[in-house]
Structure formats: C-alpha cells, structure tokens
T-cell receptor, first 110, second 114 residues
Framework: KQEVTQIPAALSVPEGENLVLNCSFT??????LQWFRQDPGKGLTSLLL?????REQTSGRLNASLDKSSGRSTLYIAASQPGDSATYLC?????????FGKGTMLLVSP | EPEVTQTPSHQVTQMGQEVILRCVPI?????FYWYRQILGQKVEFLVS????????KSEIFDDQFSVERPDGSNFTLKIRSTKLEDSAMYFC????????????FGQGTRLTVV
C-alpha cells in the first residue's frame, strides 16, 4: 500500500527566502506525482504535475523534482511571498486513485 | 479555464439524515472521483467512477455511500444515513484519463453532521 510522507509538517520563513518542501513515497512504480496547494478551508489547486519520465517541472517560481528510484520529490519555491502561505500537498497515483501526504503548512511572513 | 464545480459549499444535516453532494466535472473528462478530508487529517480517497460504474473504492466507501451520474454533466455522492464521523470536507475531482494526466479538484463541500 502506498504511503506518502511530507517533511516538514510546518515551516515558517521570512519573505524572500528560497525553500524546499519534501515528499517521499514507498512504492516507486508511479506514473507521475502531483503537487497541490490548499488554502485554509478551501479546495485543492493543482500546482505541478511531474511525469515519471521527467526529472523536473517548473511553473513560475515553483520547481518540482522527482527521483523515482529513491522515492522522493521536492518542491522548490523561490523568493517566497506572503501570498505563498498555504498547505502544500503531494499526491501519487495508484490504479485510479491519488494517495496524499498530510502536507506542509507554510507561513511566509512579511 | 474549465473547473470542477461543487454544490453546496456547506451543508449542515442531522445525524441519520440523507445528504446528496453534487459536482459538475470538467466537461470532456472521463474519470470522476470523490475524496474527503476530516479536519486536520489527510485527504482520503473514497471512490472513482468511469463509464457509468465504480472502478475502485476504498474501505471508507461502505454501503451507506453511493455515487451516480444522473445525466451528462452531474456527478453525485449520496450518504444514506449520516453519522457524526461523516463530518468532513468532501472533494470531487475529475481527470481526462486514469492516473496519468492532472486531476482537477473542486472547492469542496463542507459537511457538518449534528
């Protein structure tokens, strides 16, 4: 059964810092990995989808990497802003499901 | 940009009552899902639906739950006799293909059972 772990559980940084969020998964036979953002009490916004054939995927200040062999993905956020404050979730697909990590709660202070 | 739409955004119901949560998936998507998130916990898979039938369901999705695609646009989750522990945020999602492309999520329905 796939298990997804995210470290750290919470992170507080001052505005402008670059930061890395980590995601690990136990079953490396995955097609892709998806990163989401969740604002408090809100839905899930897809940030990046990285295919298993890719090592990196970029969108603006976000960069996701995937290392299937080690069962890890990282989400790099450059020049963080207060508007980046949210919970970041990674999810890996099964046959027709997504298994989520518990998320990293990010707070970027001005 | 196409989006998944869920209604209502918040529903309060009495224990034992039936509730129906509604979703309009992205129009050209073929796979539909329900997930739930109990406050402070992980997002958990409930059920996936393709070609008018359930393709996979979790242990959570027991006999009190059912899903339906009553017409070409709506996708519903019915909880027959709600329990206090059903209180959660319920998310609908859709994707163009199983597991491969992006899954897009709605904004959720917050269900409160009292």
């Amino acid at each position: 059964k796939q298990e997804v772990t995210q470290i750290p559980a919470a992170l507080s940084v001052p505005e402008g810092e670059n930061l890395v969020l980590n995601c690990s998964f136990t079953d490396s036979a995955i097609y892709n990995l998806q990163w989401f953002r969740q604002d408090p009490g809100k839905g899930l916004t897809s940030l990046l989808l990285i295919q298993s054939s890719q090592r990196e995927q970029t969108s603006g200040r976000l960069n996701a990497s995937l290392d299937k062999s080690s069962g890890r993905s990282t989400l790099y956020i450059a020049a963080s802003q207060p508007g980046d404050s949210a919970t970041y979730l990674c999810a890996v697909p099964g046959y027709s499901t997504l298994t989520f990590g518990k998320g990293t709660m990010l707070l970027v202070s001005p | 940009e196409p989006e998944v739409t869920q209604t209502p955004s918040h529903q309060v119901t009495q224990m034992g009552q039936e509730v129906i949560l509604r979703c309009v998936p992205i129009s050209n998507h073929l796979y539909f899902y329900w997930y739930r998130q109990i406050l402070g916990q992980k997002v958990e898979f409930l059920v996936s639906f393709y070609n008018n039938e359930i393709s996979e369901k979790s242990e959570i999705f027991d006999d009190q739950f059912s899903v339906e695609r009553p017409d070409g646009s709506n996708f519903t989750l019915k909880i027959r006799s709600t329990k206090l522990e059903d209180s959660a945020m319920y998310f609908c999602a859709s994707s163009g293909d199983r597991g491969l492309p992006e899954a897009f999520f709605g904004q959720g329905t917050r269900l409160t059972v009292v």
